[in-house]
């Protein structure tokens, strides 16, 4: 989920700095976020990484103040990290019950 998140991030920078009204340190705020995450999936094993994740997806969602369509993206990326984390609770859930079907 990360790698994709930054390639889109990535990707919008081309756009972000062909626009007029988009300063050049927006333009690498955007960038810098895209090469975090890209960073962060080093450390996807960590205890810490899901709530790193989680924090970097709330900056993405701050991208409104930089333009409308970049909020958006932070906005449809956090229902997928939404579903993933709720998936991610129910498999823990199960795996604690021993009703996933390996257990059986």
Request: with cysteine; proline share 3%; hydrophobic share 60%.
């Amino acid at each position: 989920m990360l790698v994709l998140e930054a390639i889109v991030l990535l990707l919008a920078v081309l756009l972000l700095a062909k626009r007029d009204d988009i300063t050049t340190g927006e333009t690498w705020a955007v960038a810098a976020l895209g090469v975090l995450m890209i960073l962060l999936c080093g450390f996807v094993g960590k205890p810490w990484a899901l709530g790193a994740a989680l924090g970097l997806q709330g900056l993405l969602v701050l991208g409104f103040f930089i333009t409308p369509a970049l909020g958006a993206v932070g906005v449809l990326f956090s229902l997928a990290w939404g579903w993933v984390t709720w998936m991610r609770q129910d498999v823990l859930k199960r795996m604690a019950q021993g009703r996933l079907p390996g257990q059986q």
